[in-house]
Nanobody, 123 residues
Framework: QVQLVESGGGLVQAGDSLRLSCTASGGTFSTYVMAWFRQVPGKEREFVAAIRWRGVSTSYGDSVKGRFTISRDNAKNTVYLQMNSLKAEDTAVYYC????????????????WGQGTQVTVSS
């Protein structure tokens, strides 16, 4: 069973940067598409970014393009989300997800999910 553990969330001010990490265990990490989603209370979970297994192909949600960068280190079974120029509207619980497929999906059809890490951006 694959387990995903996120870390790096916290409280920051608008304009600051933050880096989230997600470490996987129990599976073949290097073959999975990895993604980040986020959710605020009362709203649907929103796609943020995804990366294919070799790290060459990435995809981003429109609201984070140009500010967030997803990357992965297969040797460490870890995926990262570098978040720059944070805005109050980036406040959410951020979830890491893994997909047993070579193709990125922008929807919620991922096989494994982490517990989430809270990111709060004060204005």
């Amino acid at each position: 069973q694959v387990q995903l553990v996120e870390s790096g969330g916290g409280l920051v001010q608008a304009g600051d940067s933050l880096r989230l990490s997600c470490t996987a265990s129990g599976g073949t990490f290097s073959t999975y598409v990895m993604a980040w989603f986020r959710q605020v209370p009362g709203k649907e979970r929103e796609f943020v970014a995804a990366i294919r297994w070799r790290g060459v192909s990435t995809s981003y949600g429109d609201s984070v393009k140009g500010r967030f960068t997803i990357s992965r280190d297969n040797a460490k079974n870890t995926v990262y989300l570098q978040m720059n120029s944070l805005k109050a509207e980036d406040t959410a619980v951020y979830y890491c997800a893994a997909r047993r497929s070579p193709y990125i999906s922008l929807s919620l059809d991922y096989d494994y999910w982490g517990q989430g890490t809270q990111v709060t951006v004060s204005s």
